[in-house]
């Protein structure tokens, strides 16, 4: 299907940051910026809590969509420039539109939010495309089918692949954009790559997106930045103890709205989302304000352990944590006794994390095409016109492909526990250092 | 008074996209950066309404806070480097605590606020440091008149002038990293400018902070950077139009409050600020994800003006302008006139703005000591220990000294006028280009 | 005339830290940059001997060429995409060439030669595009016009106004490469402005180019970092001491040559240079290695005063300067008197030098047409397309418009002068603080 | 031995475009940089041929020496700050003077000339500490024995190993500095790393210096970017091309000096390199001018070899390559054969180049103590103080430790092998391409 470009008289220009100036060309690019669906994702932090670690990343996914959206821009453009017959025209502004909307379903700290009410952002995301929102009143001036096939692409159901490729694969616009603008507001240069030389790079080939063999270093670059940026932000062990407290709120206040306990305050859409009946409209006003505020007020309610989460959230006074190498269910079950035996409560004063639950990795070369949410591995193109998985030529792809190594971290409120060391079993205080 | 400094046993470190690193090595300041108090600030935006025209703005006035505290730092060690008598080395502390408390008293989109409740910054920040709070208990552990000292620095009547200049001139460290801070986030790169360069120029002379006369060069271009920041970043006409809406929120909010109305939802510490009750710890809950949690939630009030302006602002349906070289009441007034007749609301469907209004200026050479506000100039120290105002040496900065060239601009909701555009006269028509 | 583009088969690209690449896609500019020519400017450095204060300044005129080049591609590029009809697309590749040629005539160390043997790098630049060299094969075989149109260019006698505009003019594609180069290079980062705002707001306007309003601050960004530049490397006393002396040995050398004196070394190009007989090939083989060898043989001459001055030059060994508000004719002339009779030779040992002799200029607004090297003034295009020229609308601009303020410097060799102090007035001992 | 600093009265300070700045605080380093032999470094290239490739790639190992000095002082610097007592803070000066020397014996385009001189730039470093030059005389106004143990800490036999640890290891501040440098001047962004952390992380620890653990990534960071610039920058196959250009030409003019060709154009210090008596003071006058004004005059020598390299070399006319996997003796002895058999020099006219015959490599843990010119592998402290070696830690960095993967690649003048084509065997065509 074509989907007809509408060109702005004048070109639009945001100033950004990261790119320095992103570009729209097109009317119903410009209609979606301002509908209040997309304005929305202004309430959301791109990095969730990890504020707390680093200050300064305070973005939200609003400029990171806009990111994704001009880095796709410039990879169309550069093949339109190129004249490749294997890039179909007539999907650039399907692909545009997927790019700006991609994130639009996110709700206030995703990654632990959708876990605990077993929601998925990009369900929301269809949602809001297609059911009554301005979103899906723009993208049906385009055409009335175009709000499905803007869903088809977010949803990987689209009948052309390369249009998926472009938006969603281990190296597409959203890790691109991403890796920059997190390394750019947290500060951490680790992050940086070459785009532009990565972006030359880029060929249409068979239904795919390829990387010309040449490139090779400059892909192994990109991915080394993802490395980095998972050890050195993604993962770390603060940003994680944040995100407990966060989820152990959530748990807490989901658990006392379904006892008798009679909440001093509370607020409609948190509300739907404890009971099950939060629709779009109630998810469109479910933003990090919304939940900030929750929390401030919280702070005086009569549960003591609602309060003190929100207290240590709000305060940054996040638990302290210690490490181990190897899994020790034995031991962590003595630890939860021992907590329970001294008037602790163990699910709430421990909390043992291992890394590898989170929604990143690095590389990953051989995925099974059934495997869902797995994307299409990177490929080379050398100048026979072969294809070859690139881990397949570089020794250092290679090295970090699938890596899950890590540690175990138990995270803990330490003055609790130093409170009641005493009663504690030697074993228990030497893992804790008390 | 000698406040002692308590070396931490290991330096911290927070990772610092503007400085790179912050450093602190007192266990007062660690203690102070951790209080719930200095933790709020995470929750109020440095530049305001800014980012909804520069998407990167969403930096908080914690960072900023961190920021000023790093560059008084880096300047005291210089000084204490160069072994300069005019440095009393005793007054560190007190110095670093005030650059690091001194924006802990603003609230949610200070500017716009402070003017229509007639509160004052400075004022919540010295209650702040002297009431009862995590702050002040820190405060008082160094000694129980140190608050007090620190409230006086910040409110400039400490007895040491040259630690108020440090703190607060024409040059100082709060201006300097919101500078670089907020060139860095938008994404302008006007606002750079050499910072270790003129770290290096800084001298402490006779109790003031000057400048060595070889540095004049660095401080032009320092003061090109505030010209240039002033007209892309803090006069921006689309940032001015979103500050009138908020105003124009608060007002109606205000106004409905004091009437019959019977709002769907409020919140309290907005009812202590609307009736004027508001203490520390109200004010300590009132940040801005509670501002925008009302204005989600307004969106649905009964009250259509008040409706109306929320989503307008959450939405980013801004009013737009017109442009008018001179003041003109006779006309203003008829068209407000016009406006009433034709059922609009000329206290709210017409903003005349005229950006001087704003607490900003570049840099005003001669201020007389009196006025209230009133920071010192910059002064250049020549190699015979001479101290020249820098206007007199510089035709650079003589232009643009006091320099308070402006335009009317009028706003307006656009789609309004147009629907009663042919009720209005010719006259009033062609002022709107309608 | 139409000169026809000849595109390559693959676009060729340079790796350029200022523009980070510099893109190829024209036979003939390909061509041009492998002539020997143009491989010349590699050993002629862009900014003389400012590589003796600031040590990263060893960049060459071949790295500006192509930046000029690159910054013109873009213009026109930019031209081209907005349809302006304004624009005559037939003078793309003359514009090409001449941007990249515009210096191919540069001597060693130009601004010194230039003025002792009466010698113009442009005149050199029309001799090397249109005798035989490898240059004009390559012009020639776009057409055999095609060498005098591109020298027309340069040398301002081109039929149309609008090619010369856009290659030389006071916001020039040659500036702003310089400026950002010599930043960079420098390390002073008082040099850079946005040149991708600049570039943006550019427009061809009835034979000129011109500059939307809206642009007026990013122009005044640019003009101020041609002053910060200016007064921070182009005027810097040390390198004015560097160049003095590198003066001085080829004035000494040429005395010699045209007196008895008979060199131990000396080689082809420069007997030509001093004897006056050069053409285009001894001129092409005289470069900076050249010039350096040379200087590094006569420190073994027998001449103590050419030998004396070549270590100076190349040990760095400059002369001490001190700083005069006002000419003093009569000082200077007891000062020279002083210095015969206590057997210095006042021609070399005293140099007075006032910084304006330069080729250099911030802005200047009002250039009579008349003036021979004059260059348009910058103009502003409003919404109306009125034009106005900038001086007129930006304080800023005014400020440093035409400034000639400047300071006397005396150069002199100190440990010479401090010999000789006891046979001096004491007049004379106060003006060198002997 | 403890070597006395002299603090200048006044700091001096360099403007560097890497580190912004060069801080000069003691007065012997101030009169070594202000030495004929230091200043010569100026006219050598830190990267040799490479700006061919990179035309950025044009500054200096003056520039560079300076930026090592700086490295070392910031890591002295911090060591003191941090008051560690394994770092003897006797031996500061002898460090700084080793770090800032290091490189003055270095030649023009070394790498090519010592190979087939058979010099060694460490061996004439050391003649020029130890004999008489400007820079001996300044180290011995420190102390008579001062110059044999700057000396004995480059050439590694001196008695503190920690020194020479600082100065010269698998991450010492040689290395740190040209990654940065060279991408800084190349403009290849991969080879930036954040020094500031590594430094941070660095400690010294019976007699070596390690690097806490928790800097791992860091390390990494920084391993990453050599291996990025050994391949995008060292061996880049058009750098090789240009440097087999340049053996050439030494090799050929060294053939007709030692034969009875008589050079229309020759020079002392060349004749004393060919001849075998170049002492210190030729030494010193060889420099890249110098060879380049050679090779400027040489295209004009009877010889046509020699005349042929000299324009290749000066022109940029390269030989272009083809790349073979394996080796293949006797595929390369028939092409020889038939390189002669049609007239063409086998000698000049087929080089084959395996890159890894070059002074770089990525990083090498096991260096048996006795290999020569080994450097010492990357230890990592934990916080019980013991060491381990960072490959057995680090999946990334056992990646690329040793590796020596590479490819053979044949260089070749293409016209002259094309204009012979016709009397090739169809394989010899096939290797070429012809």
Not at 22 to 44: A, G, H, K, M, P
Not at 211 to 221: F, I, L, P, T, Y
């Amino acid at each position: 299907m074509y989907a007809k470009m509408h060109p702005l008289a004048e070109e639009k220009v945001f100033k950004d940051p990261v790119h320095k100036y992103i570009y729209v060309q097109d009317e119903t690019i410009w209609s979606l910026i301002n509908t209040r669906e997309f304005q929305r994702l202004r309430r959301i932090r791109q990095l969730g809590t990890s504020y707390l670690t680093f200050h300064g990343a305070e973005h939200s996914r609003f400029s990171h969509s806009l990111g994704v959206y001009e880095i796709t821009r410039k990879i169309i453009s550069q093949f339109e420039r190129g004249g490749y017959s294997d890039w179909p025209q007539d999907e650039k502004l399907v692909s545009l539109c997927a790019a700006l909307l991609h994130d639009v379903g996110h709700g206030p700290f995703s990654h632990s939010i959708e876990e605990l009410f077993d929601t998925h952002h990009e369900e929301w995301t269809c949602r809001i495309l297609l059911e009554e929102t301005e979103i899906n009143e723009v993208l049906r001036r385009v055409d009335p089918s175009f709000p499905e096939q803007v869903a088809a692409v977010i949803c990987k159901s689209y009948e052309r692949p390369i249009v998926m490729s472009l938006v969603s694969s281990q190296m597409d616009a959203d890790r691109m954009d991403y890796l920059l603008r997190d390394a750019y507001f947290t500060g951490v240069n680790y992050g940086t790559f070459d785009l532009e030389r990565i972006l030359r790079v880029l060929r249409p080939h068979k239904g795919q997106i390829v990387v010309k063999e040449s490139g090779m270093h400059a892909v192994e670059d990109y991915l080394m930045s993802r490395y980095q940026m998972y050890w050195q932000v993604y993962f770390h062990p603060v940003t994680r103890s944040s995100e407990i407290i966060l989820r152990q709120i959530f748990r807490r206040a989901k658990e006392l709205y379904g006892s008798s306990y009679g909440f001093a305050w509370m607020i409609g859409p948190l509300e739907q989302l404890f009971n099950g009946t939060i629709n779009v409209d109630g998810y469109l006003s479910l933003d990090e304000a919304l939940v900030q505020t929750a929390f401030v007020q919280w702070q005086k309610e009569a549960d003591p352990i609602l309060a003190d989460l929100c207290r240590r959230f709000l305060n940054r006074k996040l638990y302290k944590y210690v490490t181990m190498d190897e899994a020790n269910e034995t031991l962590w079950q003595q630890i939860r006794e021992e907590l329970q035996s001294v008037g602790l409560h163990p699910a709430y004063d421990l909390e043992i994390d291992f890394p590898f639950d989170l929604p990143y990795d690095v590389y990953r070369p051989g995925a099974a095409i059934s495997e869902k949410d797995e994307k299409p591995p990177i490929l080379l193109l050398d100048q026979e016109e072969r294809l070859s998985e690139i881990s397949a030529k570089s020794d250092i792809i290679r090295s970090i492909t699938g890596l899950h190594r890590g540690k175990y971290h138990l995270y803990f409120p330490e003055e609790k526990l130093r409170g009641t060391a005493a009663d504690l079993s030697q074993t228990v205080r030497d893992v804790f250092g008390l």
